[in-house]
């Protein structure tokens, strides 16, 4: 139990001590960084889907019928 208490101890001093936390102006930064290319990833995913979806239905599809 000793070594639990321990290793929780060391944890909670690396974490206000020798862990660099970054500043608001950098995590607003990060974060819309992450907020655009999650949506450039999406538009990406949704307009080969609908052109999958467009050869499909239209193209290849109805060609082997």
């Known amino acids: 139990m000793a070594g639990l208490v321990r290793y929780i ?3 909670v001093d690396e974490l206000k001590n020798k862990t660099s936390w970054p500043t608001w102006a950098e995590l607003q930064s990060s974060s819309l960084i ?3 290319a999650t949506f450039i990833t999406a538009a990406i995913i949704f307009s080969m889907d609908s052109g999958f ?3 499909i239905s239209d193209g290849v599809y109805s060609f082997f019928k």
């Open 9 to 11: 101890e060391e944890v």
């Open 34 to 36: 992450v907020l655009v």
């Open 53 to 55: 979806k467009i050869l």
